[in-house]
């Protein structure tokens, strides 16, 4: 079955960085989409950013992070920089695969804590 694993969490001082990657394994044949969401303690689940064009890319989020995807790889990367409190929550990572026996389907990690505090 389909899995997305995320790694590269933890504690981390205002102004800092953290890079939070995701891989997905299992069977699939084509990525459509992938990226990271962001849930605040408290609020609903929101988007930080999605990378619908196939390939490699880079996209700028927020003047402060950069998601990249990899689909050599079949991962997605975020890189946080310039971190602040507000930044602290639950980032999961997405994807949308296609399968011709699923069609396209979203696909969730677990979430990944990321905690920005002095």
């Known amino acids: 079955q389909v899995q997305l694993v995320e790694s590269g969490g933890g504690l981390a001082q205002p102004g800092g960085s953290l890079t939070l990657s995701c891989a997905a394994s299992?069977?699939?044949?084509?990525?459509?989409?992938m990226g990271w969401h962001y849930q605040a303690p408290g609020k609903a689940r929101e988007e930080v950013a999605t990378?619908?064009?196939?390939?490699n890319h880079e996209e700028s989020v927020k003047g402060r992070f950069t998601i990249l995807r990899d689909d050599s790889k079949k991962t997605v990367s975020l890189q946080m920089n310039s971190l602040k409190p507000d930044d602290t929550g639950v980032y999961y990572c997405?994807?949308?695969?296609?399968?011709?026996?699923?069609?396209?389907?979203?696909?969730w990690g677990q979430g990944t804590q990321v905690t920005v505090s002095s």
């Open positions: 299992g069977s699939f044949f084509t990525i459509n989409g």
């Open positions: 990378i619908w064009r196939r390939g």
């Open positions: 997405y994807a949308n695969l296609y399968d011709f026996k699923t069609g396209s389907v979203d696909y």
